[in-house]
């Protein structure tokens, strides 16, 4: 039986409704002015939140998460790194499969890890193909996952990958330029793989504008997560 965030976001698919998450990173934020994050998120057009990264040690999270329920009437989705990032306190969780690396750690070993956890919480567990995408500099998830993104030039093999991720199972599939990227996945893969699958379709990294996030809703993407541009100014939204 479907459950109520992955059920919400195949409703907003077929309903052509696009979703906006904002990506929040719990070693950059500080208890002491989460109120003016969640003030600006409040203000902003986001429909969901996400809440991890990659070198994060878990000190904190729940914390962060129960003011973030507390103040903040949208989803608030897990996004780990590794199982030391999984919250009881949040509503779900996008559990990872990076398939653009051969790293069983991050193909496997992660997931079996976190099983033990999630059987001890209500989360609502979403399987998605994570699939990170060259973006002009090495990242946070390239460098900590040990792992090569996927040549930007090769939008086949990209599609193709994306494919594989909906026959194996997964639920959403998530392209990722990384964070603090250089350059944003190229429009002309997320319409490539959009076209190719017929899963709700999430593209991050990046992208730093307005435009920027509307050019991707175009091109194909179900939903768009933003992180460093909010994190750089939490008045984004307002310009």
Request: hydrophobic residues 40%; without cysteine; glycine residues 6%.
């Amino acid at each position: 039986m479907m459950t109520n965030i992955y059920k919400e976001i195949l409703q907003a698919k077929s309903q052509k409704n696009k979703l906006l998450a904002i990506l929040i990173d719990p070693d950059k934020v500080v208890i002491e002015t989460i109120f003016d994050l969640i003030k600006k998120i409040n203000q902003s057009s986001a429909t969901h939140i996400f809440v991890g990264g990659s070198s994060f040690d878990g000190n904190h999270l729940d914390e962060i998460i129960i003011l973030l329920k507390q103040n903040i009437n949208l989803p608030i989705i897990l996004f780990p790194g590794n199982p030391s990032q999984i919250s009881s306190e949040a509503d779900g969780i996008l559990f990872l499969q990076l398939l653009s690396g051969r790293n069983p750690d991050y193909l496997i070993e992660h997931q079996i890890d976190a099983v033990t956890i999630l059987e001890k919480t209500k989360l609502e567990v979403i399987s998605t193909g994570y699939i990170l995408i060259e973006s002009g500099s090495e990242t946070a998830v390239e460098r900590v996952s040990k792992t090569k993104p996927l040549d930007r030039n090769n939008i086949d093999y990209v599609a193709q990958t994306a494919k594989a991720a909906e026959y194996i199972g997964s639920k959403l599939i998530y392209l990722e330029a990384g964070s603090g990227a250089e350059k944003a996945v190229p429009l002309e893969m997320v319409s490539e793989v959009s076209k190719r699958i017929s899963l709700p379709l999430i593209v991050g990294g990046g992208i730093r504008s307005k435009k920027a996030i509307e050019e991707t809703f175009l091109a194909g993407a179900d939903m768009v997560v933003i992180g460093t541009a909010f994190e750089n100014d939490i008045n984004f939204f307002d310009n």
